[in-house]
C-alpha cells in the first residue's frame, strides 16, 4: 500500500538555523499538507498546499516558513531561522482531492529538536 | 473556530474489555469527522470517518463510532479491546476546508 514518508526522522539543529522537512506524498495525491504536534500538545494545521499554491495556511506559518515542492515527488517544509518553540513533531499528509469528505493519508513525522 | 475535545486523556483497560471513548466538536454547520490511530512508533492511519448516511460508521479492527448530531458527538466504541490495540487515538473534523482540527488525542493501554 502507498505511504506518505519523511526525511529524517529526527532532525537536531540550533536557534537560529535554518532547517529543511523532507516529505514523499502518494504519488497520485495532488493535496499536500503539513501539521506539527508540540510534545503534550495537540496535532495542529499548518498549511495546505496545491498546484504549487499554498491554498491554506494557519496563524502559526508566519514568514519564518514556507513549503515548496522543488520536483514532482518532494515536498518541503522550510524554518528560515529556528526557535526553540519550533521543537516538535511535524506531520506531512496528502490526498487525492481536496473535499471534506477525502483522507488525508499521515506520515510517521519528523521529531525537530530546536537546541 | 472548529474545537474538538477529548475528555478521557488516558485510559487504561484490560483485555476484552469495552471501550468507549468520548469527542465532542464545536461547529454549526456540516461537519466531517474522522478517527486516527497512532500506534506506537506509528504515524497517524485512519480508522474510520462520517460524512453522511448512517451515523454509526463502521471502521478497520472492529472499531465503530456513533454521530450524534444533537450532542455534536462522534464517540470511538469497540466491544472488545486486545493488548494490540494499545495506542493514542484523535478525533478530527472537517467543514469543508482542507484542514483537520485534532482532538489533544487519548492513550489507551490495554493490558494483558
Known amino acids: 500500500e502507498p505511504e506518505v514518508t519523511q526525511t529524517p526522522s529526527h532532525q537536531v539543529t540550533q536557534m537560529g538555523q535554518e532547517v529543511i522537512l523532507r516529505c514523499v506524498p502518494i504519488?497520485?495525491?495532488?493535496?499536500f499538507y503539513w501539521y506539527r504536534q508540540i510534545l503534550g500538545q495537540k496535532v495542529e494545521f499548518l498549511v495546505s498546499?496545491?498546484?504549487?499554491?499554498?491554498?491554506?495556511k494557519s496563524e502559526i506559518f508566519d514568514d519564518q516558513f514556507s513549503v515548496e515542492r522543488p520536483d514532482g515527488s518532494n515536498f518541503t517544509l522550510k524554518i528560515r531561522s529556528t526557535k526553540l518553540e519550533d521543537s516538535a513533531m511535524y506531520f506531512c499528509?496528502?490526498?487525492?482531492?481536496?473535499?471534506?469528505?477525502?483522507?488525508?493519508?499521515f506520515g510517521p513525522g519528523t521529531r525537530l529538536t530546536v537546541l | 473556530a472548529q474545537s474538538v475535545s477529548q475528555h478521557n486523556h488516558h485510559v487504561i483497560l484490560s483485555e476484552a474489555a469495552s471501550l468507549e471513548l468520548g469527542c465532542n466538536y464545536s461547529?454549526?454547520?456540516?461537519?466531517?469527522l474522522f478517527w486516527y490511530v497512532q500506534y506506537p512508533g506509528q504515524h497517524l492511519q485512519l480508522l474510520l470517518k462520517?460524512?453522511?448516511?448512517?451515523?454509526l460508521v463502521k471502521g478497520i479492527k472492529g472499531f465503530e463510532a456513533e454521530f450524534i448530531k444533537s450532542k455534536f458527538s462522534f464517540n470511538l466504541r469497540k466491544p472488545s479491546v486486545q493488548w494490540s490495540d494499545t495506542a493514542e487515538y484523535f478525533c478530527?473534523?472537517?467543514?469543508?476546508?482542507?484542514?483537520?482540527?485534532f482532538g489533544t488525542g487519548t492513550r489507551l493501554l490495554v493490558s494483558p
Open positions: 499528509a496528502s490526498s487525492e482531492e481536496a473535499l471534506s469528505t477525502d483522507t488525508q493519508y
Open positions: 461547529y454549526g454547520g456540516t461537519v466531517n
Open positions: 462520517y460524512f453522511s448516511g448512517d451515523p
Open positions: 504519488s497520485n495525491h495532488l493535496y
Open positions: 498546499f496545491y498546484n504549487n499554491e499554498i491554498s491554506e
Open positions: 478530527a473534523v472537517k467543514s469543508g476546508f482542507q484542514k483537520l482540527v
